[in-house]
Nanobody, 121 residues
Framework: QVQLVESGGGLAESGGSLRLSCAASGSIFSINTMGWYRQAPGNERELVAIISDAGNTNYAAAVKGRFSISRDIAKNTVYLQMNSLKPEDTAIYYC???????????????WGRGTQVTVSS
């Protein structure tokens, strides 16, 4: 079994910062990409940032230049540093990882339960 556990969400003021962490644990052979998605009330879940096992990153236009994704491969952990937060960043943030559980298995997507980020104006 595989678990993704997020931490670091909470309340921040506009212009402030928060750092999210997500640790993957369990039966893991290798991890391809890790990333963060978010879902605001009434909206669909959207990609925020993603990082490959080679360290290549991709960001949503709305967060580029403000958010930074990084990864500790040895710890199976991904981070999201969020700076210059805006009220429109308010959402539930979900961790995602593309994981292969054994040499014989295929990669599959796993999700965390989400962590709330609220930015006050």
């Amino acid at each position: 079994q595989v678990q993704l556990v997020e931490s670091g969400g909470g309340l921040a003021e506009s212009g402030g910062s928060l750092r999210l962490s997500c640790a993957a644990s369990g039966s893991i052979f290798s991890i391809n990409t890790m990333g963060w998605y978010r879902q605001a009330p009434g909206n669909e879940r959207e990609l925020v940032a993603i990082i490959s096992d080679a360290g290549n990153t991709n960001y949503a236009a709305a967060v580029k230049g403000r958010f930074s994704i990084s990864r500790d491969i040895a710890k199976n952990t991904v981070y999201l540093q969020m700076n210059s937060l805006k009220p429109e960043d308010t959402a539930i943030y979900y961790c995602n990882a593309n994981i292969r559980r054994s040499l014989m298995s295929r990669y599959a997507d796993y999700w965390g339960r989400g962590t709330q980020v609220t930015v006050s104006s």
